[in-house]
């Protein structure tokens, strides 16, 4: 899992204090590319024309809380609600 944060590089730090942060950030951008992320606090904000694909197999998005669309949402399949006491309202 990524560390909580990355350490800037000040202009004092030696070649290899350069050297260990780099693979550190590398290391750190390896783990979100290819392993599990989790975020313990603060907010995940994904704006503007930002596009979110999701294409897997099995439970790809799994939300344990609440979630709020502040806009549209748009499945290009099934929807399948699970909840015996749903909701729904326009």
Do not use: H
């Not at 596009?51 to 099995?58: D, E, Q, R």
């Not at 609440?66 to 399948?80: D, I, R």
């Not at 006491?85 to 326009?90: D, G, P, Y």
């Amino acid at each position: 899992m990524p560390t909580s944060t990355i350490p800037t590089i000040a202009r004092s730090d030696t070649i290899d204090q350069w050297r260990i942060q780099t693979n550190k950030s590398a290391t750190d951008l390896n783990d979100l590319g290819f392993f599990t992320y989790e975020k313990d606090q603060g907010q995940l904000l994904i704006s503007n024309t930002a596009n979110v694909s999701i294409t897997a197999s099995g439970t790809p998005l799994s939300v344990a809380n609440n979630v709020l669309f502040q806009s549209n949402l748009t499945l290009a399949n099934n929807m399948f609600l699970g909840v015996v006491q749903c909701t729904l309202s326009k």
